[in-house]
Structures are given as structure tokens and as C-alpha cells.
């Protein structure tokens, strides 16, 4: 972190106190959910898109909930969900909700056979390739059950991991799906997630702006084979606002902001680029409580949450009412975590709960079964955690 | 990795083809099992273990399997199991699987309240205890619920995670414990999971030798206080024909060697310390199938396994029979991996699946619902991953 302001932002609200009688018979560690902070997330994005005349496709491999997909599709401005997985997105036509774009490209029969099965079905769901292979399956399996299914291009934004490189083999793939009857081409995907957690708003704006304007020439040189391609689906929360702007995105695969979490909050605002000024546009709704379970030596406190509560690819963030300074946490192995006291002696007490705000909220929220769901710091409700650990 | 034999250890044996025709229905990514090579590896430990004399109370947070514990339990060295969490006891409870040591101390009114319970209802689960309001809290509810727990004492081996430092606070709380007539005080606990992955095997053997000296120490103040104190478990898998030869350590907690894991494979044999031979006493057993599902650039293919199949602390090891060089596996986020083909051009094509030897098996098991069991290269059974992600 460079930009002083962003390591002076305060300790993020608390809408509830994991000490209180009303979390007594909580286990730790549980997956909190603070549902007034999520509500006015998903307010806060679609009130923004409304402003800027843009749309949201939001992505529920965030979330894997259909009652979190049901607030966000209630809003004006979404034109649909993403999943990244068969199995969520199974799980969330059994919910309902739809339409659904599966966002990871098809390869393997298995994955297709269940893809063409949920249209064959009746439900509003389509899938990204990005593979002559993945065309070609696809469009068998599609024949044979009779059906269409309609596809979005998958772009390769320079990261390698899934995509078409933006050249002319997107162009070349486009038009293999063109000559499949059993496949329609609904647009194209480009998604950068290695951009969104730059620290520098003003990189991620310029590569951002850079990505998207070869993602449009691309789909401007299929337009040029004849085909419709209206959708330019991808972003996220880290260039949320920049994409808005981006007149050629049709919509925006945000994920993150429902929650927020310790890896957002420190990268600076993409709202005010170059002005330091922390990303806090979202509130911070999704905290695992904890309990300080163990005390060996008085500097250090060790909590109940390791590699099986949360993802390992960021600490929470330590979150004590109160405590005068930052409490650093760090992972102790599979079921420990340990939080240093030297910034606050006595500020966590050995049997305590604690909060923490959860680092990276998509791995995590994939490691427990449900969301404890608080309301004016009481548990009011628990909602599953869907097709998680499911291929 | 300093030892030249380490380097050149040969690829596992895969005791199946995950491009069989038996597998085609299987789910990408799934959690593979191969039984003959798991029931080799206990086989492999209770003789060993007969050998020296020695006993063992395998973790089960290894594998959180009733069907596992069943089969380790069978063995003539097994003396009990042993568990992280409440959930697991009340889970191996539930299936029969007894007697079952929670090694992580207790401390909240809420899990003290759940182990109470199972010890009401007569099933034989015992706990270690690291502090005082943890003795107490536990000695009261016992009282209140006209039960008697049976405790094992904490140590610390210096990690500062857990247990009470091993001077004459172990032996205050020791006498605390012996106060109470609720509390059975059956032994000392020392893990110092610090060393099991020291690559060097004289590291691990000098270091958990003079661990274990300092708790026989402790064990044997404490029976100056007048209890008979007969338990001292503890050690790993990295330790344990050190461990069986230590004559006060009455029996083992392993874990990881009904599996192994690739993050075993790199440290030297605690077998034959010093010669810098592999760590190959166990078998590879447990393996992530996945499939390749894109191919940007040729030198690389991405995989359907990502930080939710794979745990981040140690990527997996890529088997692909038949390859001459070492391909590497690096993570590509929540939903994929990426595997380098330069050193094996063409060895992985779109569409195949791959099996990736486990990196660190403890909390990969915990990201999937179940395991697929295979024998002689078939599908033979499922066996459910209890109380994964619950408190």
C-alpha cells in the first residue's frame, strides 16, 4: 500500500456484537452475513449503474445463493446472473433464477451433456466457449437433444487461463459457431480478473480501457460476418465504476461488491483514481466469527478459523470494536488462526468471539454449508450455501 | 530441496486412468480414493508400528471418514482416533467410531456444552484442556450434567498456537485439573506440527526428540502430584518412526499417511535421516481428477481446479503417465488451475483429464462432499466427507 488515507480508514461498522447473548449458541467459526449491509450494496450498485445508463450480469460464484441472486435480480438494472459452474448453475434453475450465463468454458462431454440437458429443459441458461473443440462438442450434443443453445466468445485478455486470444481465431471461432444451426451467437466475454485488485485505480482504468476497446474491435469484426453479437458481458468490482462508462459493455459480471472484503479494502477507489482514497464505495457484509479458543503466551490470542474457515489467499481482516489499534491476524495451520495483541493488549480475551472480516469472500464463502443472517444484531435467518464443493 | 535422489523420485503410481471409459461420467474436478493403496498404507503403518512396540490414534481431520476411521481402527496398533472439532466427534459418534480424542482445546461455553452432551450419552470422547477458564468451564458444566470428562493436558511445543507452555504453568493446570472431580486427567498432549515438513529428516529428529524429552518431563511432574497420568500422544506423520521409538510417547496422532500428499513427497525420508532419500513409506492414494477445459497458448492448458478444489498451501503434483518431464501446476484462481507443458509438449490435450496428487490433504479433503472410491480401475463406492465446513 502507497497512499496514506487508505491505511487511515477505519475499522469497518459492525452491525452486530458476536459477545451478545443473541450469538450465544453460535458455533465457531460460522460464515456471518449482515443482511442490511448487503441490501444496501446491492442498492448502492444499482443506483450507480442507473446513473450511468449501465447494466449488471452479477456473478453468483461469489455468493453461490439463490436468495442473494433474487435480491440482486429484483434491481432494474440486471439483465441476468453469471455462475462459473454446471453445478451452480443446476442448482439455481432448481431455485428459479434465471437466465444464467455459465462463465467458465465447456470442454468435456460430462459438462456438456448437463449443460444441453438444463436447455433441453426450458431453462434460460447459456455458456461461454472459447475452443474449436468446445464449439464442436457443444453443437453435437446440442443436435442431438434437439435443442439451441446459445453461446457467448470467451476473450483472452493476456492472462492465458481461459479465452480466445483477441485476434483473428476469435474472429475464425466466431464464425464455426455461425455455421453450427444448433448454436446462436450471443456475443462476447472478456473478463480481466488480473486487473482487479491493482492498487493503482489509475492502472486499472487504463488497462481496463485498453482490454475493452480490442474486446469491441473484436466484436465489431464479428458483427462484420453477419452475426447479431449484441451482448459485451465481463468486468468486476474492481473496475466497476470504469466499466460503467465504457459505452460497448453491455453488462457487468460484478461479484464482490455484495459483500466487500479485506482484499478490496486496500486497493485504492476505482471512484476517485489517483486520489488514494479507499475502496469503500461497498460495505463490508460478510465476517467469519470466531472464538479465541487458546492463549499460550499473553502477546497473542489464538482464534478457532484456519485454512478450513477461511481461503488462505488473504487474511481476514481483524474487526474489535473498540481496540485502539490494527490487529494483525495470520493462519496457524488447518483450524488455528492466531491474532497479535502487541497494538492492543487485553483487546481480545481468551474465550471472546471475535469478527473477521473475510479476506478473499469468494474461497470462503465456498468452505462453509450457510450464512448465519443478522439483522439489527439479531440471527434472523440461515440461507445455504449451494453447489458448493460440487463439480 | 537440497537431496538429488528427492528430485528424481518417480511420478506416482496411478492405480487408475482417469481417461478410462469408467470414468467418463465422473464429475470434473473430483476427489479420487484409491482404496488398495489407502489400505497399504495402514497396513504399512501397523506393522511398522507392531514392529517397534509402538501405538497409534490416527487424526481423522485428515480424512473425516467414518469409513476410514473403520478401517484404522481395525488395526491391532490402533488405540482410538483422534479428532479437531466438535462437529467430527459428534459426526464419528453418530457412526459408531469410539474412543475419539478432540485434540484442540475447548474454551467456549457452546463447544464445552456439545462435548458434555456426547459424554452424557455415554459415548467415549475425551478433550485436552489448555487453561484455566477452560478447566473450569468444563469442570463446571461436567458437574451440572452429573458426568465425569476425561482430559488430556496441552502442550506447547513452542509455537505459541496451543497448550500451556511446558514449565510449571503445565503442572499448575495440571493440579487445577486433579481439583476437580468432574475432570479424569488421563495424560499430556504434545504436536509440534512445526516440524513435520522441516525438510531435513535430522532436523525433525533432533528437534522432536528434545520436545518430547521436555514432556516426559512434564508427565512426570505431574504424576509427582499423585495422578497416574498414562497418556502422552502426539507426533505426525513427519515424525513417526521417530515417535514409535521414543519410549514414553504412548501412541501417535498420524494423519497424512493414509494419503500422503505431494507436500510429503518433498521432504527428506524420516525413515533413513540424513541419506536424503525420498519420503516414499506411504503411498500416493488420494488425487484430484480434473479436465482440461482451455488452451489460450499451447505451452500451457488450464484445468477445472482452482483454490476451490485445491487447498492453496501446497499446489498438487501433475500425474500424467507416460510424460517425460515434471509438469508444473500453478493456481489460476477460485475455479482453475494452469499446467506448464514446456517440459512435456502435448502431454495434456484440450478435453482430457488429468490427475493431480494432492498438495496438502488435510484441508483439500475438506473442500468436497465425498470421496470417489476406485479399486483395480473401477468406480467402486462414495464415501461421504463428514462435517466438513461445520463448527
Request: proline share 6%.
Amino acid at each position: 500500500m502507497s497512499g496514506g488515507d487508505r491505511n487511515e480508514r477505519s475499522a469497518p461498522r459492525l452491525g452486530f456484537d458476536p459477545n451478545d447473548a443473541a450469538f450465544a449458541a453460535l458455533p465457531t467459526p460460522s460464515l456471518v452475513l449482515d443482511a442490511d449491509a448487503l441490501e444496501r450494496n446491492i442498492a448502492r450498485m444499482d443506483a450507480f449503474l442507473e446513473q450511468r445508463g449501465a447494466w449488471a450480469r452479477p456473478h453468483t460464484k461469489t455468493h453461490k445463493s439463490p436468495e442473494i441472486a433474487r435480491l440482486q435480480l429484483a434491481r432494474s438494472r440486471t439483465v441476468g446472473v453469471c455462475c462459473a459452474r454446471i453445478a451452480e448453475a443446476e442448482a439455481l434453475a432448481d431455485a428459479g433464477i434465471e437466465p444464467v450465463l455459465v462463465t467458465s468454458p465447456l470442454s468435456t462431454p460430462e459438462k456438456i451433456l448437463r449443460h444441453v440437458d438444463l436447455v433441453a429443459r426450458a431453462h434460460r441458461v447459456q455458456t461461454v466457449v472459447d475452443s474449436a473443440l468446445g464449439i464442436d462438442r457443444l453443437a453435437e450434443a446440442a443436435a442431438a437433444a434437439e435443442v439451441r443453445c446459445e453461446v457467448v466468445l470467451d476473450l483472452d485478455p493476456g492472462f492465458h487461463r481461459t479465452g480466445v486470444p483477441m485476434d483473428e481465431r476469435a474472429v475464425g471461432l466466431a464464425g464455426r459457431i455461425l455455421e453450427r444451426p444448433a448454436l446462436s451467437l450471443r456475443g462476447v466475454q472478456m473478463y480481466a480478473g488480473t486487473l482487479m485488485h491493482l492498487e493503482s485505480a489509475r492502472d486499472r482504468a487504463e488497462r481496463s480501457r485498453e482490454l475493452w476497446t480490442r474486446a469491441q474491435g473484436i466484436a465489431e469484426q464479428i458483427r462484420g460476418l453477419g452475426a447479431e453479437c449484441p451482448v459485451l458481458t465481463g468486468g468486476g468490482t474492481g473496475t466497476f465504476d470504469l466499466d460503467a462508462e465504457i459505452a460497448i459493455a453491455t453488462d457487468l459480471q460484478v461479484g464482490s461488491y455484495v459483500f466487500m472484503d479485506a482484499q478490496y479494502r486496500v486497493i485504492e477507489s476505482p471512484s476517485s483514481p489517483g486520489a488514494s482514497a479507499p475502496f469503500d464505495f461497498f460495505e463490508p457484509a460478510l465476517f467469519v466469527v470466531a472464538a479465541a479458543v487458546s492463549q499460550p503466551v499473553p502477546e497473542l490470542v489464538t482464534v478457532d478459523a484456519g485454512f478450513k474457515a477461511l481461503s488462505l489467499d488473504h487474511p481476514p481482516e481483524v474487526v474489535v470494536p473498540g481496540a485502539s489499534g490494527p490487529l494483525r491476524f495470520h493462519f496457524a495451520g488447518d483450524e488455528h488462526g492466531m491474532i497479535d495483541l502487541k497494538a492492543a493488549p487485553g483487546a481480545i480475551a481468551l474465550g471472546d468471539r471475535v469478527a473477521l472480516l473475510v479476506g478473499h469472500c469468494d474461497p470462503t464463502v465456498n468452505l462453509h454449508r450457510s450464512y448465519v443472517v443478522v439483522r439489527g444484531g439479531e440471527i434472523v435467518d440461515e440461507w445455504e450455501i449451494v453447489a458448493r464443493g460440487v463439480a
